[in-house]
């Protein structure tokens, strides 16, 4: 099929455009503040920074673009959202560099301690070989700070949006929506 040149040079840009909301979906919904209460400074978990981990337990940072929520912890587990399902990181863990998928991160400080859950829209992890994770996320909110009603109402806009969309950029960002959203509501149910 011939199609002229700026005709090919837009589909072009649709495509790149599409592809980059792919990998960064936060991008794509409304900031997660607006659906939750921000995290207060009282979960922020600061360490000296020359203090190491205990014996049997990693050093976990857990940043956003404009603050730490918790930097050079020890803590026993973390179990994260990776875009093959979730898994734990411990002490030990082989390295990795894990793409994370919306949802929820649980952070144990210590064995048999509780879990404390924040919903993340995505995200990196890195495990270093000497036990070190590191999570960098846009966006976090305490799984008890997010507004249910707010959940199911952007919800049921990004499932409009998909069903009512003309072309592969639109339905490409009604479907991140459907996924972040439908990851918030999961959250919601199983706190």
Not at 21 to 33: D, K, Q, S, T, Y
Not at 124 to 140: C, G, Q, Y
């Amino acid at each position: 099929e011939n199609h002229h040149p700026r005709q090919r040079q837009t589909q072009r840009t649709a495509m790149l455009r599409a592809a980059s909301a792919v990998r960064r979906p936060a991008a794509f919904f409304p900031r997660l503040a607006q659906l939750s209460r921000p995290v207060h400074g009282s979960a922020v978990r600061l360490a000296d920074e020359a203090a190491k981990p205990a014996d049997g337990l990693m050093s976990f940072t857990f940043t956003l673009p404009s603050k730490s929520l918790y930097q050079d912890v020890p803590v026993e587990m973390v179990i994260l959202p990776g875009n093959d399902g979730q898994f734990g990181a411990m002490p030990t863990h082989v390295p990795t560099i894990a793409e994370l998928k919306p949802g929820v991160i649980s952070i144990q400080e210590t064995a048999g301690g509780p879990l404390t859950k924040f919903f993340i829209p995505g995200g990196f992890a890195t495990i270093s070989p000497d036990s070190k994770l590191r999570v960098s996320t846009l966006e976090v909110a305490a799984i008890e700070d997010l507004d249910s009603d707010a959940v199911k109402t952007g919800l049921a806009q990004y499932q409009a949006a998909y069903a009512s969309a003309t072309d592969d950029l639109a339905k490409s960002e009604a479907e991140i929506g459907v996924e972040v959203y439908q990851s918030m509501s999961y959250a919601i149910s199983e706190a």
